[in-house]
């Protein structure tokens, strides 16, 4: 039979300052690449708001209709002109229109801020306050109905503002169809 025990090559005795050094070693590689990994994670969670300009202008589209030549038919020029509101407030919020019933509460999230602001710049307030109010925080109550607008601010920049359209139900008379008009509306600076 063959001894493999006398064909192997003998260990080398590694001394304890060498498995030391080794240990350190690894240690340090390990937490290279958990430095690097959070590095990575830190940089994919942050929003680069450089590359977004927030002096967009409004842009016009005009179309017309021009009238046939056909005798049986008589057709006037129709004009029509769509306007696009651009935020150009630097805020970005979920929702710039909001339905809601008396008693009701309701708080659009802000996704961006302007330049410069942070969340502890925030500066909420109700245009009517016998409609809706609002607190420090952006929770929007509704008091009565009828129709205002809630104004958030910068503490930063007070230049920088955006509004969201509130309507309070008048006592259910209000249609589906309409608040959903509402709610998907674009915002108006």
Known sequence: MDNNYDSQRPR??????TLRKRQITALCIIALIVLLIVILIAKGCTKDTKKKSNTTPASTTTTTIVPTTDPALTTAPITTTETTTVNTSGFKLDKYSVYLE???TDMPFVEEYPEGSTEADELWSSEDETIATVDAYGHITAIAPGETYIILKSAADQTKSVQVKVKVADD????AEESITTINAEPQL
């Open 172 to 175: 259910g008379s209000t249609s």
């Open 102 to 104: 008396v008693g009701e």
């Open 12 to 17: 080398r005795r590694v001394t304890k300052e």
